[in-house]
């Protein structure tokens, strides 16, 4: 059963490597990023408040974002695996996972670190589209859908986030490499970190991720 965490900066590929290995192993995977946008889509009440932090490019609280994780856990298709993208952010949050697993007697077997310089990820960022209606995403260059602005999959319109500007982008590192990084060596003691060369291509990362698993 593979209980997967993958854990990298803003555009090192998390969505995009997340997308294949879900369909591949047969397992859900749960992005918190995902979760809210929908929220905001569809303009709940949640997503609303959501808003001022997820288009801001600040972290949501901990305490919104564990209810909307332990719901996500509890659902049937979580019991034989599951793939973590975007949870845990900081070291509260991969404490409260690492419970919450554990009651569940279940515990991450592998942690996927995609390594990547900053410089590398701000172009990701910038040419980075998603389908509004499915959350495919594309690289206008490195991964164009065959017609432009269109999604391949279900024809639903690309859009551009809202925090995929470069103050934003910015931001996100900032809070990503004070926050987010130290998590991975909490994991490392664990012996279950592995690192992953992302900035070969799409791919070839996915070939690197197939091997270690
Ligand atoms: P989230 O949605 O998780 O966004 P993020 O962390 O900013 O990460 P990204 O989605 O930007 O990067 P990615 O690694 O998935 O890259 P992708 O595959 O798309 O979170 C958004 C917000 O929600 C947060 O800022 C926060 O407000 C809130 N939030 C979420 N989780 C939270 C939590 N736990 N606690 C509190 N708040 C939370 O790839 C990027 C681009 O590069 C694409 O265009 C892709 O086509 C391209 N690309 C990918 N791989 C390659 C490659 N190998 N070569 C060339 N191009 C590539
Ligand atoms: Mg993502």
Redesign the pocket.
């Known amino acids: 059963m593979q209980k997967i965490l993958l854990i990298?900066?803003?555009?090192?590929?998390?969505?995009?490597?997340a997308e294949q290995l879900a369909k591949t192993y047969s397992i859900p995977h749960i992005?918190?990023?995902?979760i809210?946008?929908q929220h905001m889509s569809e303009k709940t009440e949640l997503g609303k408040l959501l808003e001022s932090?997820?288009n801001e490019?600040?972290?949501?609280p901990?305490d919104v974002?564990l209810e909307i994780i332990k719901e996500r856990l509890a659902q049937d298709d979580c019991a034989n695996g599951f793939l973590f993208?975007?949870?845990?952010?900081n070291i509260e949050?991969a404490e409260s996972i690492d419970v919450l697993l554990e009651n569940l007697e279940m515990t991450f077997n592998h942690v996927i670190s995609?390594e990547i310089p900053r410089e590398l990820v701000i172009e990701?960022?910038e040419?980075?589209?998603t389908c509004a209606s499915c959350g495919k995403?594309?690289?206008i260059r490195?991964?164009p859908p065959i017609i432009d602005g269109i999604c391949d999959d279900d024809g639903g319109k690309l859009y551009q986030r809202e925090?995929d500007t470069i103050e934003k982008i910015a931001s996100?590192l900032e809070t990503y490499y004070t926050q987010t990084e130290p998590i991975i060596d909490h994991y490392r003691e664990k012996g279950i970190v592995s690192e992953i060369d992302?900035t070969?291509?799409?791919s070839e990362?996915f070939a690197k991720i197939q091997e270690v698993l």
């Open positions: 990298g900066p803003q555009g090192s590929g998390k969505g995009t490597q992005s918190t990023g995902d809210f946008r932090f997820v490019g600040k972290l949501v901990n974002t993208d975007g949870y845990p952010r949050q995609l990701r960022l040419g980075r589209r995403i594309y690289h490195f991964n925090d996100r992302a070969l291509d799409i990362v």
